[in-house]
């Protein structure tokens, strides 16, 4: 970026003069020198002008209108096409001609100003120093929004990355209280993420899948510890204590604005829902039940049948998947389980 010094001097501004008459463009340059400009390309051949506007990235164009081969207008109206949306670059406009017409097409096609020859000296600096503020003034702009943005996203990173320790935290607070093996959830997680791919979700989606699944049990929580551990089967009274875990995720989450945690609380709800409608709380049938928790529900009971939580014995990976399968249109979207015989077949 080009340094102020005094005032709004810029000595070190890049400034290209094109114009076609050598006398003009020495005396261009001497005017510019005295002021104390250092940084001063001349071009007597406006052919080059187009790849000097690019190449050398100026802060200023002092431009000719009528020149051989190709005149001033025709450089402006290139040089603002190809110009990216964000850039600023002044281009003023030299001729000896000061019709209002002349004047019309040049600002129409995008020049900043309009000055006749010969020129006047003071009022030539006085523009061009004005109009290097103005090309400062926006470079300062974009260097702001840069470091604004490079700002916004460490901090995003810095909460996204909280977000999913503090999601962490709470999943292993949940493994401790079942006596669960550390693992399990970050299983059922990644897992949940696979299916979620391979069933055409978009990457947000996935991700927060992947990040809430692990606690979709969040309501054991208000549950006692002695349900929790206890071994062997349930009686009808205990079956029904153990159920409420369901709307007891609902409750502990409540009404939340953020969208992850609203997710998270319909799938602390409604994850052991079934296809056929005989899952609970509310017998949901379908696609009436969340896209999330039907394949979370797979994963989940992959996992269980593999790691020997849902059976007397640990199930081989092809048993637990040939039982999922099995499973389609009663417990399962068949959809979804398409979607995990894909993540078993690409593994594999």
């Known amino acids: ?85 964000d850039s600023f670059l002044p281009i003023l406009m030299c001729t000896s001609e000061n019709s209002p017409e002349a004047r019309q ?76 093996v550390t693992g399990h959830s970050k299983r059922i997680g990644e897992l949940s993420e696979r299916i979620a791919r391979a069933y055409g979700l978009e990457d947000a989606e996935v991700e927060m899948i992947g990040l809430i699944a692990p606690l979709r049990d969040l309501g054991k929580i208000g549950l006692p510890e002695a349900l929790l551990l206890k071994s062997g089967n349930y009686t009808e009274d205990e079956l029904a204590q153990l159920q ?21 609380r319909e799938l602390s709800l409604h994850h052991h829902e079934r296809w056929d409608g005989a899952g609970y709380p509310h017998g949901l049938k379908g696609d009436e039940i969340p896209i999330t928790c039907r394949i979370i529900a797979v994963a989940d009971t992959f996992d269980g049948l593999t790691s020997g939580r849902l059976d007397n014995r640990v199930w081989t990976e092809a048993e637990a998947i040939a039982e999922v399968d099995r499973l389609r249109n009663t417990h399962f979207d068949p959809s979804v389980v398409d979607a995990f015989l894909k993540t078993h077949v690409h593994r594999h």
């Open 105 to 180: 097409r040049a600002l129409s096609l995008g020049a900043i100003d309009f000055i006749t020859k010969p020129y006047e000296q003071t009022e030539l600096l006085l523009r061009v120093r004005n109009f290097l503020r103005m090309r400062h003034m926006h470079l300062s702009s974009l260097d702001a929004n840069a470091k604004l943005e490079r700002r916004v996203m460490i901090r995003t990173r810095e909460l996204v990355e909280a977000r999913g320790e503090a999601f962490y935290c709470l999943t292993r607070a949940l493994e401790h209280r079942e006596d669960l």
């Open 244 to 264: 409420r875990h369901t709307s007891l995720g609902e409750t502990i989450i409540g009404h939340c604005h953020s969208p992850i945690l609203r997710e998270l």
């Open 1 to 85: 970026m080009m340094q102020q010094s005094n005032g709004w001097d810029f000595p070190d501004a890049r400034i290209l003069v094109v114009d076609d008459e050598e006398t003009n463009l020495k005396l261009a340059r001497q005017v510019l020198q005295f002021a104390g400009y250092s940084d001063i390309r001349v071009l007597q051949d406006p052919r080059q002008a187009l790849s000097a506007i690019e190449g050398d990235g100026p802060d200023l164009v002092l431009l000719d209108v009528h020149m051989p081969y190709i005149d001033g207008y025709e450089i402006l109206g290139k040089a603002q096409k190809r110009a990216k949306p």
